[in-house]
């Protein structure tokens, strides 16, 4: 199974990115999905997860109410809509699918991850 992210780039504090997980697997909508990021000198930590059905997210507390996580199983492609971005938001952004998941924030419960997407925010 592979993992493409996409939709990083440059934006300035209070602007928006859409970023974009396309899976190569067409039976996708078995999978939980996750980001994750990553800036540097920091560990990864968790932005947002999404139910294999689509009726259950979670998000971290810094992004809640600013980014919302969705998914469309018919392109096996998931999303991560980013508003309101603020500096501290820039990070390497990473998508991750999981068959079975019991901690949807756990990056280790994620059997496959993308190759991460860039996501810079001027001040």
């Known amino acids: 199974v592979q993992l493409q992210a996409s939709g990083g780039g440059l934006v300035q504090a209070g602007g928006s990115l859409r970023l974009s997980c396309a899976v190569s697997d067409p039976t996708y909508g078995n999978y939980a999905m996750g980001w994750f990021r990553q800036a540097p000198g920091e560990e990864r930590e968790f932005v947002a997860a999404?139910?294999?059905?689509?009726?259950?997210?979670y998000y971290s507390d810094s992004v809640k109410g600013r980014f919302t996580i969705s998914r469309d199983n018919a392109r096996s492609t998931g999303y991560l809509q980013m508003n309101s971005l603020k500096p501290e938001d820039a990070a390497v952004y990473y998508c991750a699918a999981a068959v079975i998941i019991t901690t949807m924030s756990r990056g280790d419960e994620y059997d496959y991850w993308g190759q991460g997407t860039q996501v810079t925010v001027s001040s």
């Open positions: 999404i139910s294999w059905k689509g009726s259950s997210t």
